[in-house]
């Protein structure tokens, strides 16, 4: 029990990663869109669940709210959209590509690498500036809010055109061609 | 706080018009011409704008994001003007594919707002989301007219491979900012120069770096390119070709001359290789295509590459001959292009090497046009394309880069031949085998085609002021 | 104690896992799923060396990149619903109009 308690944030975080990374082997190897697309769901709640644990509360739950509210509901309706069951029949894997292994191959060693060096770094044990404002304590969404009004207020605003570029590119691509609504 | 909206100024007017041009859209009234008239008027407002704002040297704006020096000028003049020549070429096409157009300009603008954010930003963060606003306008650009399946092909192939190298872009960001505890180029750059470099720091940077090198399409990260320059919309391949591309560049030396200046040594052995393969197969793979915009795709490749030759010299002679050779690839290619689109009797038409011949004997102008833009890119004097390499070249040589100043001549070598296809097809042949296609002549397009044309002219011959506006732009580069 | 090497291992796997669902995957809804990964990936690293460094920009540029993808996705499922509507498929390896 002692031993529980003790190393209590290393069991949730392997049980978060257990969830993050289950989901997305998932999301990689499902042949139906639907379970590839609710594997991810559980990836993106154990993340979620991660940074809870680094002290990122806001973002966890616009994580949960952006995602899975979100992007989650997209996903599952344009499967709906699209005939589901011939989409199972056809081959699931590209034919392999030994250029993008080999890069695909460098890439991962490269980041492999550089987890190896993290792994004897220490983290601060003090999350204070994560939660506070000028000295003072109020909570990580009013840090964040502080920071992201401020500091980044301009890529904020380009991020809001962004959004209405991809609601415009959205009715643009998806609306039916002109010959298709007579037909 | 009032000082610092004022400068945004030709931004602001350039997101109030797209979203004016959709609200108008939205509401029905009007015709295509409005449309037009009110793209080609949020664009020369904006322009009037930049110039108006002028430089602020090298105080930064909104909390470190912005800095308005000569360097981000240049680049928000090129970029509207590119864009505005654009939008004249896009004129004739749209008539012709009978499409609303309203989303269409209004994209544009997106796009450019974009552009001109990465100009001028020195924050990564900043950059990053600048970087996907003109990218996603850019998707959905190419697959604007879906008549097409290759239009549908090439807007989802830009779409997936640019997915992935923004994705890996921002993981790269991440590890830098995770080595140097910030997103400032200022700040990662005095990390980086302070001590021992970390694994994460290197990681990052190669990371980052692959990702900007699949913006400006050098190999091996250049697949995408043929398929998107051929399968999107024409005057679209024009814009992707010439605003996104320069846009791209100018962040490329912005990050690495800036940001990632302490770690030159390294970077710039990868993008020597990378420069080096970059000009051999773009030209090659040129040589056996037969369908002009595919062509143009590969030669476009192979200008990257010269012109990453510029960006790996640095200091002040390397940086002034990129921004000078961006200037002068923007009026050619867009010039060329521009052509492109004007010769086409149906929807994708003009496209095959063939439909160029006898031309010169039909349309002597237009073919004399044709020929300049092309003795332009293959670098022939008197054209813009020979004093724009040549700097390039120099630069080169003088930064001890001399065997990729060869591999650069010998390929400008090569790719004559593939120009010379054309030029071939439209003087050699005789008129009397007549499968060739008639130029257009509608009236904004052929405004366009004589702005590229006299620009083109202009720059080879009198590239001196020119080059004296560009000079101190290059100084963003510290030594 | 959870250091920031445990974060990174997870992260990269992820990364790894998403880019390999890109590159290899031929259904367009995996593919769309995939760079969510890859982007999710990158938002760990971040949120990790946020708290690493005591600074709350890592968690800021977490949020753009929430952004980012969502709208990614929007414009990437509105293209494929396009394609479904064209060649009633949404393999990805059907798009062979142009050589690859």
Redesign the interface.
Same mark, same amino acid.
């Given at each position: 029990m002692d031993f529980l308690v003790a190393h209590f944030s290393q069991a949730v975080f392997l049980f978060l990663a257990f969830f993050s990374l289950g989901g997305a082997v998932g999301v990689v190897v499902l042949r139906q869109p639907v379970h590839a697309a609710l594997s991810l769901l559980a990836s993106f709640l154990g993340v979620a669940g991660l940074f809870v644990l680094a002290r990122g509360e806001f973002l966890a739950a616009v994580q949960v709210l952006v995602y899975a509210g979100g992007v989650m509901v997209l996903f599952l309706f344009v499967i709906m959209f699209v005939n589901v069951r011939a989409v199972g029949k056809e081959a699931q894997y590209l034919r392999p590509l030994v250029p993008l292994a080999v890069v695909g191959g460098l890439l991962f060693s490269a980041l492999a690498l550089t987890a190896m060096w993290a792994l004897g770094r220490r983290p601060p044990a003090d999350a204070f500036p994560l939660v506070s404002v000028a000295g003072q304590e109020v909570g990580n969404t009013e840090a964040v809010g502080w920071i992201l009004y401020r500091e980044y207020l301009l890529p904020f605003e380009v991020v809001s055109v962004l959004l209405l570029v991809a609601m415009v590119g959205a009715i643009v691509l998806g609306r039916k061609p002109k010959e298709m609504e007579k037909a | 706080m009032n000082a610092q909206v004022s400068v945004l100024l030709p931004e602001l007017l350039l997101a109030g018009m797209g979203i004016f041009i959709l609200l108008v859209g939205v509401l029905g009234r009007g015709s295509q011409r409005l449309a037009f008239f009110l793209a080609n008027f949020g664009v020369l407002a904006s322009m009037v704008a930049v110039v108006g704002v002028g430089e602020r040297g090298t105080e930064t704006f909104f909390a470190g994001m912005l800095q308005l020096d000569r360097f981000a000028l240049f680049f928000r003049l090129l970029f509207l003007a590119s864009a505005l020549l654009v939008v004249w070429l896009s004129r004739p096409f749209l008539q012709r594919a009978q499409q609303t157009a309203w989303e269409y300009y209004a994209l544009i603008l997106f796009a450019t707002l974009g552009m001109c954010f990465l100009a001028s930003g020195v924050h990564l963060a900043g950059l990053y989301v600048s970087l996907e606003l003109m990218a996603l306008s850019s998707y959905i650009l190419a697959g604007y007219f879906r008549g097409e399946v290759k239009s549908h092909e090439a807007a989802t192939k830009y779409f997936v491979l640019g997915a992935l190298s923004s994705g890996i872009l921002i993981y790269g960001l991440s590890l830098m900012y995770g080595a140097t505890g910030s997103l400032s180029l200022a700040e990662v750059s005095q990390k980086l120069a302070a001590g021992p470099r970390s694994v994460a720091a290197t990681a990052g940077m190669f990371l980052l770096l692959a990702g900007m090198l699949f913006k400006v399409a050098a190999v091996p990260f250049h697949v995408w390119t043929p398929d998107v320059y051929e399968g999107a919309p024409t005057p679209m391949t024009a814009f992707f070709s010439v605003g996104p591309k320069a846009a791209a560049f100018a962040m490329l030396v912005r990050v690495l001359w800036v940001g990632l200046a302490p770690a030159a040594a390294d970077w710039r052995l990868l993008v020597s290789w990378v420069a080096a393969a970059t000009m051999v197969w773009g030209n090659v793979a040129a040589l056996t295509q037969d369908n002009v915009k595919r062509m143009l795709a590969y030669s476009s490749i192979a200008h990257a590459g010269y012109t990453l030759l510029g960006v790996l010299a640095g200091g002040p002679l390397g940086t002034q001959s990129v921004l000078f050779y961006m200037l002068v690839y923007a009026v050619t290619n867009l010039g060329a292009f521009g052509l492109v689109v004007l010769l086409a009797a149906k929807e994708y038409a003009g496209e095959k090497v063939a439909d160029f011949r006898g031309l010169a004997h039909r349309q002597p102008v237009a073919a004399f046009a044709m020929l300049l833009f092309l003795l332009s890119l293959g670098g022939i004097p008197p054209t813009a394309g020979f004093m724009g390499k040549l700097y390039l070249f120099a630069a080169a040589v003088h930064a001890g880069y001399a065997w990729l100043a060869v591999v650069g001549v010998i390929m400008s070598a090569v790719s004559l031949y593939y120009y010379f296809r054309i030029v071939k097809e439209m003087y050699l042949a005789s008129a009397g085998e007549g499968e060739g296609v008639a130029v257009l002549s509608e009236a904004w397009g052929v405004r366009a085609l004589v702005v590229c044309a006299l620009a083109t002219l202009l720059f080879g011959v009198y590239p001196t002021s020119a080059l004296a506006f560009l000079a101190p732009a290059a100084k963003i580069v510290p030594w | /104690?959870? &250091?920031? $090497?445990?974060?990174? @291992?997870?992260?990269?796997?992820?990364?790894?896992?998403?880019?390999?669902?890109? !590159? *290899?995957?031929?259904? $367009?809804?995996? &593919?769309? !799923?995939?760079?969510?990964? /890859?982007?999710?990936?990158?938002?760990?690293?971040?949120?990790?060396?946020?708290?690493?460094? $005591?600074? !709350?920009? $890592?968690? @800021?540029?977490?949020?753009?990149? /929430?952004?980012?993808?969502?709208?990614?996705?929007? @414009?990437?499922?509105?293209? *494929?619903?396009?394609?479904?509507?064209? *060649?009633?498929?949404?393999?990805?390896?059907r !798009?062979?109009? /142009?050589?690859?």
């Open positions: - | - | /104690m959870v &250091t920031i $090497g445990h974060y990174l @291992v997870l992260s990269s796997v992820l990364f790894a896992i998403g880019a390999g669902g890109v !590159l *290899l995957r031929r259904n $367009g809804i995996a &593919t769309l !799923l995939g760079i969510e990964l /890859m982007l999710n990936a990158a938002n760990v690293a971040f949120v990790a060396f946020a708290k690493q460094h $005591g600074n !709350l920009e $890592g968690q @800021v540029v977490v949020f753009f990149v /929430m952004a980012v993808a969502a709208a990614e996705v929007a @414009v990437g499922l509105a293209l *494929l619903v396009a394609i479904f509507r064209r *060649l009633q498929s949404i393999d990805v390896d !798009l062979s109009a /142009m050589r690859w």
